[in-house]
Every structure is written in C-alpha cells, then in structure tokens.
C-alpha cells in the first residue's frame, strides 16, 4: 500500500461516501454511450435511387426502366443503380415513339447520366439523416466516413488539452466543464444548416466527450479504495456506458429524424448540473499540488459520511514532504523522458490504437448488417455487457497482461474467421462479428485500468489522456475500415483480426501491476522488461567491510 492508502484505510471499503462517489460518477458516463454512437443513425445511409422529375412525360414502362440495373458486391444481385440513371432525353424519345424497354430498345445501348436531379431516399426506417439532408452519397459519400472522422479529431485533440489541464487544474473541474462543452454543443448541433457546420460542432462534442470520460476514469480510480477501485474502474464505468449504449437505439426508434434525435440525446445532459456539488475532488490530485488542508477535509468529510472517527492527523509529515516531488510541473514530454517510462507508454500506445480501430469500426458497421438496424445496435450494445463483466471477473483475479493479451488475441481470432463463412450464413458471420466485438470490448475495459495502474498519480491524467489520443489515429481511420467494404466485404475483418492479433502479442512485453499499489511518482512504477535494471557497483573493501556490518548488501549501494 502507498502512503496515501495507508493513511486513507481508516475509512473503509464500501462506506456510505464511497458509494455515493461510486454510482454518481459512474451516471456521468451515461450520455457517453449514446453521444459517440449517434453517428451510427444520424448518418445511416438509406436505400435511394435518382429522382425521375414527376413532371416528365414518361409510360409507366419507361418510368420504371429509367434506373439501370448494376451488380451489389454484398449481395451478388442485380439492383437499381443508386448513382446513374439513363439519359433522360433518349428514354423520353424512345417513350415518345412508343418503344418498349427491353424489347424494342437494348438497354445496354442506352447511355447513362448522374443524379442531375438529386436522390431519393426510402423513407421505411428513417424521416432524416445528414445523408439525406445534404445528399452525402454518390460522388460525396466520401464525405459520411470523414464525418466520423472529424469526430474522433475532436477526440484526439480533448485526450491532449484535457490530461494536461486535469493535471494541472483538477479533475473535478474539468470533468463538470467538460460534460457542459458537450451537452451544449450536442444541443446547438440540432441547428447546424450545413455539412461543415455540423462536423465543426461535432469536433467540439468529440473534445468534450473524451474530455469528461477521461477526467470522471481517474477522478473514480483516485478516490476509491484498492478492492472497489478495480470494480469501478473494469465493470462500473463500462457497465454505465453500456447503458447509454443500449438508449441510443431506443432513442433512435422513436425519433427517426436526425434532429430530434440530437435534441433528445441532449436533454438528460443537463440533469447532471446538480452533481458538482456531491462529488469531491481527488484528495491524491490535491496532495500532490501541496493542497494537504483541502486533501485533509475531503477525507474527514467522507469519515463523517461514513460515521467513522477520523484520527487526529492523518497525513504523516512524511507524506506531506512528498509533495516537493510531486507538485514539481509534468507534461506529457515526461512520457517520454526516461527509457522505462518510454517503451511502456509506445506499447500502450499501439494497443491502444489496435483497440479503437477494432472497437470503433464494429461498433460502427452494425448499420451495415444484415437485418434491422436497430435491433442490431442493440446486439452490439448488449454484448458489452457480458464483456465488462467479464473484464471485472478477470482484473480481479487474474494476471492483468494476460488479460489483455488472451482477449486481444481470442478477439484477432474471431473475427479472422468472419471472413471463412460462406455468403448464405449470414447470422453465423453476425454471430462471430459480435463475439469479436465482445473480446475487444473486454480488452478496452481492462486496458483502461491497466494504464491507470501502471501510471504515478503525477502523471496519470496526462498518460491516460496520452494513450487516448495515440489511439485516436485508430479511431480517426476506423470509419474508414468499414468504407473498404464498398471494395471487399472481408477486408475489414483481415485488416482488424491480424492487427488485433498482433497488438495482443506485443502486450506481453507490458510490465505486471496485479497486486500492486498504485504509485505516486515516477520511480515507484513498475519496469519494462530490459529497463531500469540496476548494475552492480564495484564497493571498495572497507565499504564492502561496512555493508556486510550494517546487514544490508553489499551488491548495490
């Protein structure tokens, strides 16, 4: 245990304060779960086909006809063309002169012309999408994966700004400030009169949203003692996302245009405004500024919330002299500084990104399935909830590197065989898809705690913001994983199981914390294999002599 637990361990495991900062931070991860997903129904795209303008003299014949029929790489079928239609000044001769389509004219003769007109779009499942508002489809469908993209921009640039400005200002402020920037820019966004506009706000919300999710991780993993911290932070955080997971297509079923859907998702927001004032601020963060008298009065307010008589000085001079370290100024340049902490925060940082480019391009493709589309998010959603119990199962049991390798691995594994099974078994590939999902999922829960752990208190906002924002590489290209699909439907699932793969192989270099307090300053981690050994120094004989008196060894000094 570390100075800190053992000066806290007078208050208890599961008191009354805990539970209390427990299940209040774990409600702030709600609007997570259905503010990242929103993307997958805001900018579905719906069946369309090219408008054949109602005013033209066409027969019924040549009307139906007007739209040629092209080959779809998932199905293997002949369907309407959904960027190109037939010239319409030469199908309206042929209709002018009584030809028949098919019998007295060879279609495949006719020429063909784009979308002059526009599109449009089948109107079964949604009222509205950005797609169907803005036309993103044909020639600008390129611009729907850059929407996610942009997103996830956001995402990478709050993991930078945030850790450093948590770090330096508190977590509990920028946690509240944060959850404020993306409630109101997801409330202004139902506004947004065009494409750039929109993705400008949604980069906004992608800063807030990381922002908050990052800051309430540690906030959590700070205040709460050694045992319930290993819950929060594998199973109560991610069970909480799930949660909001699973609204997102409840939302979505009943408001089916994309702006209410906003507006919806945007309301329970601002029921967390009354929350500042019932969670504290990490008494570990206030320690390591100097601020003992505020750490102090947080840890006697939670022993009077938990009826327990506090002692009468519970930092010992020892801990409060600490602080000349850890308040000295950290930025993220000090992930790199040292050898140890170095190769430690690389590999994190690419299984990191292996894990959102898996994670995100799942998540994202469950419009792309067969079936109905939000029953299938609803799947997705739900087999998060197995996976987070799981990860909790495993991080309190179970060597944390193993973990992450076996999951990361068995997760590569699954969805490598997606690609094996023939066309006519589609649920069987739905079936392997979400088992995939479901391993990754596992692997995200504990890499969030593994990281937690690995880092000091001095630099754990900035490294988890850090290992968040190298992974936004992933998460930035991951909409377009699920774009290669326009070329080969199994490319997404070899590119992301051999990568998967990998990354769990290289996670077994990582260095163990099962077990372990979590340290304060920078050498108290644990050591990467090969870094930070020790080499023996050579003592003079009357050094040597002294060692040997004084019982200590004479190996090292």
Excluded at 453 to 482: D, H, K, Q, W
């Amino acid at each position: 245990m570390t100075d800190y637990e053992v000066a806290t361990a007078f208050l208890g495991e599961w008191g009354l304060f805990q539970q209390h900062v427990f299940f209040l931070l774990c409600l702030t991860f709600i609007p997570n779960g259905f503010t990242g997903m929103s993307i997958v129904f805001v900018a579905d795209t719906p069946p369309h086909r090219c408008v054949i303008p109602a005013n033209l003299n066409l027969t019924a014949a040549w009307r139906n006809r007007s739209i040629p029929l092209e080959l779809d790489s998932n199905s293997g079928a002949l369907v309407p063309s959904k960027c190109s239609r037939y010239k319409l000044g030469d199908v309206l001769s042929f209709s002018d002169r009584g030809f028949l389509p098919g019998v007295d004219v060879n279609m495949s003769n006719v020429p063909t012309e784009s979308c002059l007109d526009g599109w449009e779009y089948d109107q079964n499942v949604y009222i509205s999408t950005i797609i169907t508002e803005w036309d993103l489809v044909c020639d600008d469908r390129w611009k729907n994966p850059l929407t996610s993209s942009i997103f996830f921009c956001g995402v990478l640039t709050g993991s930078f700004i945030s850790g450093q400005l948590s770090d330096r200002y508190g977590r509990k402020i920028v946690l509240f400030v944060t959850m404020a920037v993306q409630t109101v820019f997801t409330f202004i966004m139902v506004f947004a009169p065009s494409w750039p506009m929109f993705c400008a706000l949604f980069f906004i919300v992608g800063m807030g949203q990381i922002s908050n999710y990052v800051a309430a991780f540690v906030l959590g993993t700070e205040i709460l003692s050694p045992k319930v911290r290993t819950i929060y932070s594998t199973a109560g955080v991610s069970l909480f996302f799930a949660a909001g997971y699973m609204l997102l297509p409840l939302f979505a079923y009943f408001l089916r245009d994309w702006r209410m859907l906003l507006l919806g998702l945007t309301l329970p927001g601002f029921l967390y405004v009354p929350l500042w004032w019932f969670i504290p601020e990490s008494p570990r963060w206030l320690l390591s500024q100097g601020r003992v008298e505020e750490a102090e009065a947080i840890v006697r307010f939670a022993a009077k919330k938990n009826k327990i008589k506090p002692p009468p000085v519970i930092f010992s001079p020892s801990q409060k002299d600490l602080q000349c370290e850890t308040s000295k100024a950290l930025n993220i340049c000090d992930l790199l500084r040292s050898p140890n902490i170095r190769w430690i925060s690389l590999t994190l940082w690419l299984v990191w990104n292996t894990l959102t480019i898996a994670y995100f391009a799942l998540s994202l493709n469950t419009a792309n399935l067969h079936g109905n589309a939000y029953f299938n998010c609803f799947v997705s959603a739900l087999v998060e909830i197995p996976a987070y119990t799981l990860s909790w199962v495993m991080f309190r049991w179970w060597s944390r590197r193993w973990s992450l390798s076996s999951t990361l691995f068995m997760g590569g594994l699954f969805l490598l065989f997606v690609q094996l099974i023939p066309a006519n078994l589609v649920y069987l590939s739905i079936t392997l898809e979400m088992m995939g999902k479901c391993a990754v999922t596992t692997a995200f829960a504990i890499v969030y705690a593994y990281t937690a752990e690995l880092y000091p208190t001095v630099l754990r906002n900035t490294a988890l913001g850090a290992c968040s924002m190298a992974s936004r590489i992933g998460s930035i290209i991951a909409p377009y994983f699920i774009y290669l699909r326009s070329y080969s439907v199994s490319l997404p699932y070899i590119l992301m199981g051999s990568i998967t793969i990998t990354s769990g192989l290289l996670s077994l270099l990582l260095p163990e914390s099962y077990g372990m307090p979590l340290p304060d300053t920078i050498t108290h981690m644990q050591h990467f294999p090969g870094c930070c050994k020790k080499t023996p120094y050579k003592l003079t004989h009357t050094e040597e002599k002294e060692k040997v008196a004084e019982g200590k060894s004479p190996v090292f000094p």
